[in-house]
């Protein structure tokens, strides 16, 4: 090889090592991928576990058919040691109720198997219930026991019966004998609220059982199911979020799969729909934590998410302990989950975060709950919550308009300017026009800023609405239920990014956006920016696409804001803004002597300074 075949080659493996060096995982990512790592090696061998347990109950089983009932006890005991009681049996269901919730129970695996949510139905007016499918529901923990893998999930349990004290409290015991040890589930529910309180109890098991890590990791898997016509929007609100001891609350992706190891304490995991949620608390906090969401297949119409939780919980099976839990099957009220203090449930709400979220917490809700006391209807509430806000924020639309009007009367100086100076000259133009401007006393950003103002308000709306349980079921005009889109047409097809359907709301809305673009487009004299006009008429098609899906409540709200926009701009422009004055009163200002201000003198020197650094670039 020739010397330059022998210099690239040297080259190219130096670039090959320098690519590895500043490419390569730092130790912390490292470290995330060894836990993600050996958490799927967990799952992995729970599955297998799990699996060799089935089969091996099944063959068991298999073995017993056609024997005495002692010769089955004998054969059980000699397979499965003490657990030969729990492995076969019938599952018995009984139930916890009061006036707000149905709590379902199994004695195998002495777990919920379902919650019925009173006074709530899903989009088909079934009843609605908190889980999918039965089979897909599993709670309880794995043990080892005679060098053979338990899961709680799996055994049979042996039931008390459903105890009522007072009338107000109703309990439930479920016990596993084994040998003279025992493990018992307990669940209670009081009558006036949405919370079970549930207990595991040992005693006795010390040198029976043993678990990993000397500690109980309770897996919690659930199908949350689809609950509400718009399945696209519910899986976008739907999620698992769970909350640090040391109090931040986190949520998990909404639109896509979604992995996390936690090694770090935790208060509570919530298995939250778009308006209702499953949360699990620990009294004492879970010790870490490994929790998985994946969107339900394209094909499933049924369910939104399927998720699984691992949490540690700190117990000692040598001692008689006891770990405290409750679960909470709740509606996304937002006073509802505030009253539970000391949780930070209200992040539940996708209410968006910083100034956005502070809106909607201490302006948005407190207004709409307080109209909700006076009126009935949800469209008429919507309308005058509408009109508050449109008129809190007028003057700002006022200030916006007034300065637009400005900017419309210096416009043929402005052209005659652009028409003195070559636009090869960009400097010099801009200087000219700013200048323009000083001795006009006009601000060219006052006609943006009140409409930044009001962008945290629009954007504020966009996020309560969606959250608004409030709106749930709720009919006005033909919209049906205000809390999802308002069909007025099915397509017997879909359109890509469009759907199968025709939302009138998001019609009207978009109509009425390109009626208010027609008039800014006039208004402004914009003829010499075609290339702007185009993109404000290509925002309402954009909008079509964007909303079609998305609760009628919003599409309403945005419309008849819009609507209340067209006719301000309309009155503003009638009677309140004379050109003519305006005009005189800019060129009275234009006779007058101008002081610079220090932002004025610090612009024209950098722009005179940059103009002389292009000058000297071009020699």
């Known amino acids: 090889m020739d010397r330059n075949t022998n210099i690239a080659l040297v080259l190219c493996f130096a670039i090959l090592v320098s690519f590895w060096w500043f490419n ?32 091996e109950l099944a063959a068991a089983q298999a073995d017993t058919v056609g024997l005495s009932d002692s010769a089955k006890v004998a054969s059980l005991s000699q397979k499965f040691g003490l657990i030969a009681p729990a492995v076969e049996g019938t599952a018995a269901n009984e139930v916890l109720e009061n006036e707000f919730i149905k709590v379902n129970l199994s004695s195998q695996g002495a777990k919920i198997v379902n919650v019925q949510v009173k006074d709530y139905t899903n989009y088909n007016g079934e009843p ?35 105890k009522t004290v007072n009338d107000t409290v109703q309990t439930i015991t479920y016990s596993l004998p084994i040998g003279d040890g025992i493990l018992a589930y307990s669940y209670t529910l009081t009558k006036g609220n949405y919370e079970v309180s549930f207990a595991i109890e040992a005693d006795g098991l010390g040198d029976k059982i043993t678990t990993p890590h000397s500690n109980i990791d309770l897996i919690w898997n659930a199908v949350m199911p689809r609950q509400e016509k718009s399945i696209k929007s519910e899986g976008m609100w739907s999620n698992v979020c769970y909350r640090y001891s040391a109090g931040d609350v986190e949520e998990m992706s909404q639109t896509s799969s979604d992995d996390e190891n936690i090694d ?8 939250k729909n778009q308006f209702f949620s ?86 948005i809700i407190p207004l709409f709950l307080y109209l909700e006391k006076v009126f009935s209807n949800y469209g ?22 007034k300065s637009q009007a400005k900017m419309r009367v210096l416009k043929p100086q402005i052209d005659e300017i652009n028409k003195k100076i070559p636009a090869e000259k960009a400097m010099e133009r801009q200087q000219a026009t ?33 959250a608004a349980i409030e709106l749930r079921g709720e009919s006005f005009a033909w919209a049906s239920d205000l809390s999802t889109y308002d069909s007025i047409l099915d397509l017997p097809f879909t359109i890509p990014f469009y759907g199968d359907h025709v939302s009138l709301f998001c019609l009207l809305l978009c109509i009425t956006q390109v009626v208010y673009t027609k008039f800014t487009m006039q208004a402004q004299n914009s003829a010499s920016m075609p290339g702007m006009s185009v993109m404000l008429y290509l925002m309402p098609v954009m909008m079509l696409f964007f909303f079609n899906d998305y609760p009628a409540g919003l599409c309403y709200y945005y419309f008849v804001s819009m609507l209340i926009t067209v006719l301000q701009t309309t009155i503003i422009k009638s009677f309140f803004i004379d050109e003519k004055a305006i005009l005189e009163r800019i060129q009275s200002n234009q006779k007058k002597p101008v002081k610079k201000g220090r932002f004025a003198m610090w612009y024209e020197r950098k722009m005179k300074e940059l103009e002389k650094q292009q000058r000297a670039q071009k020699r």
Not at 34 to 46: G, N, V
Not at 264 to 271: G, P, T
Not at 321 to 348: H, V
């Open 24 to 55: 390569k995982p730092s130790e912390e990512q490292r470290a995330q991928w060894q836990r993600y790592y050996d958490s799927l090696a967990q799952f992995e061998k729970q599955r297998a576990d799990s699996l060799a347990q089935i089969r």
């Open 278 to 363: 499953s949360i699990f608390q620990a009294k004492s906090g879970f010790a870490g934590a490994s929790i998985s969401s994946h969107p339900a297949a394209e094909s499933d119409t049924a369910a939104i998410k399927n998720v699984a939780s691992t949490l540690g919980v700190k117990f000692d099976f040598r001692t008689k302990d006891k770990a405290e839990f409750r679960f909470l099957f709740l509606p996304n009220y937002f006073y509802t989950l505030k009253s539970y203090e000391g949780m930070e449930l209200t992040k539940l709400l996708p209410l968006s975060w910083g100034i956005f979220r502070w809106i909607n917490e201490w302006c």
């Open 380 to 401: 008429l509430i919507i309308l005058i919550l509408t009109l508050i806000i449109k008129t809190t924020i007028f003057p700002l639309t006022f200030s916006s308009f």
């Open 264 to 271: 770090m304490s935790l208060d509570w995991v919530a298995y």
């Open 128 to 162: 609605l219930m908190m889980y999918g499918d039965e089979q897909s529901n599993k709670f309880g923990f794995v043990f080892v026991h005679a060098n053979r893998s338990y899961n709680t999930n799996d055994l049979f349990f042996q039931s008390s019966g459903v």
């Open 434 to 466: 700013m200048a323009l401007y000083r001795k006009a006393g006009i601000n060219p950003m006052s006609g943006c800023l009140p409409m930044l103002l009001q962008m945290p308000i629009l954007f504020a709306a966009f996020r309560f609405f969606p």
